[in-house]
């Protein structure tokens, strides 16, 4: 799970808002690699960059976005259950702005508490489903 979790250039697959992604640089995900989305948002589409803060496999990754002005910060814990037949994922998500961004910032918080489930349920069936390689 977390190997498809830590691939950036399948988050698309499972957030509906995305429309492409591009990773910078090559290799493996880790500290300091960074990703920039496209992504549909209130009917148009923004680009933004987020840059991978920490990464521990198969447990935790967090992010921050970079640029913009409402940026993202994240991190996620991968908990396995039933001695690994199950996991728990858990995601801490909130945003900051910047200059107008901070206006904004209740908006998109709104409209994040409404996305974020649906993207999680997404990614339960995909990861079920046996969609994503393991």
């Not at 728990?88 to 910047?98: A, C, K, S, Y």
Request: aromatic share 6%; hydrophobic share 35%.
């Amino acid at each position: 799970m977390f190997a498809y979790l830590d691939d950036l250039a399948t988050h698309g697959e499972w957030q509906e808002q995305v429309v492409s992604a591009k990773v910078e640089g090559g290799g493996p995900t880790r500290v300091g690699t960074r990703s920039t989305e496209t992504r549909k948002i209130g009917g148009r589409e923004q680009q933004m960059t987020y840059e991978v803060t920490e990464h521990n496999p198969p447990h935790v990754f967090a992010f921050r976005g970079v640029d913009g002005s409402v940026r993202a910060n994240g991190r996620a814990t991968i908990e396995p259950l039933d001695g690994g037949a199950r996991s728990r994922v858990t995601l801490d998500l909130d945003f900051e702005g910047h200059g107008m961004g901070k206006l904004m910032l209740p908006l998109v918080r709104n409209q994040a508490a409404k996305q974020v489930p649906k993207d999680q349920a997404r990614l339960k069936e995909r990861l079920e489903s046996g969609t994503p390689a393991a």
